[in-house]
């Protein structure tokens, strides 16, 4: 039963470039949420999503924005990258709100640098 | 809004002795609670969650933790320390009500916990 998947591991980039980040499922899963994690800090909650709509939204400009597909699977999306955007990107899944599944799982995470 | 605030930064321990990794909540309503434990450049992996009844609850590796309502806390303890224990502690809190928050975590800062030898 594979995990939380996501690609790539690594990603530099440049201010002002554009990155996006994908993220596949645990088996079974249907819902997937996005954190941000800086250097020394806690994971802080992007968006999340259900249905291919976006369900939650954290407190994070609209340069960020994301996709589900019908199979589960999520993109992350930055525009107009700054240096403050360098971090680790979770994503974890879990069943929907309400089915009595509480706990998410999450992936390795992708490690982004902007220079 | 929830919130959940982790007092140390670190916590050192000898192998063999009990840990204990503090943690306080704040929600609008009831809580659900979770801890999590990330080893480097690694994410986040799922130790034990509190949902409803028995205060105590266990998890995995030997972990367990202690819901107090009256202090909102959920302190993460082990009873015997191992070195391979050393990592970073997360504590999380979603709000129980569905409309309010989904299933959003709310992450504490971390603990640093170092095991020696």
């Known amino acids: 039963d594979a995990g939380v998947t996501q690609s790539p591991t690594h990603l530099i980039k440049t201010r002002g470039q554009q990155v996006t980040l994908r993220c596949s499922p645990k088996s079974g899963h249907d819902t997937v949420s996005w954190y941000q994690q800086a250097l020394g800090q806690g994971p802080q909650f992007i968006f999340q999503?259900?249905?291919?709509?976006?369900?939650q939204r954290g407190n994070f400009p609209d340069r960020f924005s994301g996709h589900q597909f019908p199979n589960y699977s999520s993109e992350l999306n930055v525009n107009a990258l700054l240096l403050g955007d360098s971090a680790l990107y979770l994503c974890?899944?879990?069943?929907?709100?309400?089915?009595?599944?509480?706990?998410?799982?999450f992936g390795p995470g992708t490690r982004l640098t902007v220079t | 809004a929830q919130s959940v605030a982790q007092p140390e930064d670190q916590v050192n321990v000898a192998e063999g002795n009990p840990l204990t990794v503090k943690c306080t909540y704040s929600?609008?309503?009831?809580?659900?609670l979770f801890w999590y434990v990330q080893y480097p450049n690694r994410g986040l992996q799922f130790l034990l969650k509190y949902i409803t009844g028995d205060n105590l609850v266990k998890g995995s590796y030997g972990f367990e933790a202690e819901f107090n309502k009256s202090q909102t806390s959920f302190h993460l303890k082990k009873p015997s320390a191992l070195v391979s224990d050393s990592a970073l502690y997360f504590c999380a809190v979603r709000d129980k009500s569905i409309k309010a928050a989904g299933n959003k975590l709310t992450f504490g800062g971390g603990t640093r916990v170092l095991v020696k030898p």
């Open positions: 999503y259900y249905e291919e709509e976006e369900r």
């Open positions: 929600v609008s309503g009831n809580p659900y």
């Open positions: 974890a899944s879990s069943l929907a709100a309400g089915t009595g599944s509480y706990e998410q799982y």
